[in-house]
């Protein structure tokens, strides 16, 4: 059950890198964030604490899966923009460097030395390969907010290394990291809404040519 | 024994313009119509071989030789598949890529043809068609090593025979994945909707069907014949492969025809909900199967 929820994720982030319209990325990513929040469960253990997992699970659903997908819908709401038109790294080759990223993460991960005993065999490879692809997302597209979803990915795959450390990290940790996140995008939409106001469009590119 | 390799090849032969009709019924179901027929099909492939063929003086034999021998390539391929519960009637090890190959050389022949018409918009069928095959040939290829690579076999007849449940014990992910990637190589190779649509006669957006335009009376009956047939194929070997291979007896010979309802359905109700894509978005989709099924075989390599 869980290593076909972590090829999910994978095959999400292939989905991501070749989608261009927005709305369909953005709920692709809140489906995403839904599938994380069932793993601390998933990969629940004896010596863990079921109450630290279900409050992981719970917060990471509910704001991954509904809140921050909702303040991007009301983004592109606003901005009224539906699909990325020219990304800098084309849709067709982001996607073979992100399936050359992800069959590097999975020939490679195993040789690497870990703190403690594997909870699952495709953990470590799907953080890898969710990192990867959120790094592709943030730097090849020109839309300010297919970049902040670069960055939702960055940080799911982030949070997927977290849940190999979970025995170790206490909740305040966890919660203050999806506060952080919480926050980031609250505040890229208002940079977003600002961008958009000054410039009407949501390329970044434009910020370029800012003079005082 | 006989019998039952008798069966298989009759299935073979008459079962794939019946597949052609049940996608075309699921579609009429889905969008409210009554549709044709479930055996228009076989109607239509009458009334072709009744008729006369009309040959333009500008073409030589080679556009005559297209239909025939693309139909012998396709009905050949057939063979080397295994059909029911039974092994395939010719297999030997490595038999996947005279398979592939055999699909390849219907193609081949096809374009030519087409190409053999003098005529510029049948080139730019071709020229379309081609492309994509180029594309979804790694895609098909990498699928079937990612089975040969799980069952441990080089032979299709292996790949989707006795070794396939152990297989999915140990590698359903990859193989879910295989199958994902094998779906949509189907749909690209049939000509189906999210690459391109049987039914178009609009010229600029039409790939298969350009090719076959100057084709008329029994030659275009054979190639009507021969993409039905391909179509079965593909149904029969995602059949095996996602409902495996059930020891053997008449229970596996009723779930794979269960199967390739199942495919037409699926194919069917594909064709439904999904709108065609535009050109220039068909080599992403079919990139994206080549990448999801080069993952799969990662899986299993690691």
Not at chain 1, 132 to 144: F, Q
Not at chain 2, 5 to 31: E, I, M, W, Y
Request: overall charge neutral.
């Amino acid at each position: 059950m869980a290593s076909l929820v972590f090829i999910l994720v994978v095959v999400i982030d292939l989905f991501l890198l070749a989608s261009s319209r927005l709305g369909a990325a953005i709920r692709t990513v809140a489906i995403q964030g839904a599938l994380l929040g069932t793993l601390p469960i998933l990969l629940l253990e004896e010596r863990h604490s079921l109450g630290h997992a279900l409050v992981l699970a719970v917060g990471a659903l509910a704001i991954k899966g509904f809140l921050i997908p909702w303040l991007m819908f009301r983004a592109i709401r606003e901005a009224a923009i539906r699909r990325e038109m020219e990304p800098i790294v084309g849709f067709v080759p982001s996607m073979v460097l992100g399936g050359i990223g992800i069959a590097l993460a999975f020939a490679f991960s195993a040789r690497l030395p870990l703190p403690n005993g594997l909870s699952h065999a495709y953990l470590v490879p799907t953080a890898l390969s969710t990192v990867w692809a959120g790094l592709l997302l943030v730097v090849s597209r020109r839309k300010a907010v297919n970049q902040v979803l670069g960055f939702l990915v960055l940080e799911n795959g982030v949070y997927v290394f977290g849940l190999l450390i979970a025995d170790f990290m206490p909740i305040m940790v966890e919660a203050g990291v999806l506060l952080d996140l919480f926050a980031a995008v609250f505040v890229m939409g208002i940079v977003m809404f600002h961008i958009n106001r000054e410039f009407s469009s949501l390329d970044t590119e434009k910020l370029s040519a800012l003079k005082d | 024994m006989l019998l039952r390799t008798l069966f298989h090849l009759a299935a073979l032969l008459a079962l794939p313009p019946l597949v052609v009709g049940l996608v075309n019924r699921t579609k009429a179901v889905v969008a409210g119509r009554k549709g044709p027929p479930l055996l228009q099909a076989y109607f239509d492939l009458a009334k072709l071989l009744r008729k006369g063929a009309v040959y333009s003086r500008t073409t030589s034999w080679v556009f005559r030789a297209g239909p025939v021998v693309g139909l012998a390539a396709i009905a050949s391929a057939g063979l080397l598949l295994a059909m029911g519960g039974a092994p395939a009637l010719v297999s030997f090890g490595g038999d996947f890529v005279l398979f592939a190959y055999l699909l390849g050389l219907a193609r081949f022949v096809t374009a030519l043809a087409a190409l053999d018409t003098g005529s510029p918009f049948e080139g730019m069928g071709a020229a379309r068609e081609v492309t994509f095959a180029s594309l979804a040939e790694p895609a098909l290829f990498l699928c079937l090593l990612v089975l040969a690579r799980a069952t441990g076999t080089l032979s299709l007849s292996g790949m989707l025979g006795p070794a396939l449940p152990g297989a999915w014990g140990e590698a359903a992910p990859a193989l879910v994945l295989a199958a994902i990637g094998l779906f949509v190589v189907a749909l690209a190779e049939n000509s189906r909707i999210p690459v391109d649509d049987p039914n178009t006669h609009l010229e600029l957006t039409m790939i298969h069907e350009v090719m076959v335009l100057d084709h008329g009376g029994p030659d275009l009956a054979f190639i009507l014949y021969g993409a039905s047939l391909k179509l079965f194929l593909f149904g029969a070997i995602l059949s095996r492969l996602v409902l495996g291979h059930a020891g053997g007896g008449l229970a596996s010979e009723a779930l794979f025809f269960l199967g390739i309802l199942l495919f037409a359905v699926g194919v069917g109700l594909v064709e439904s909900v999904m709108a065609r894509f535009r050109m220039v978005r068909v080599p992403q989709l079919l990139v994206g199967a080549s990448v999801i099924s080069a993952f799969a075989l990662v899986l299993l390599l690691r």
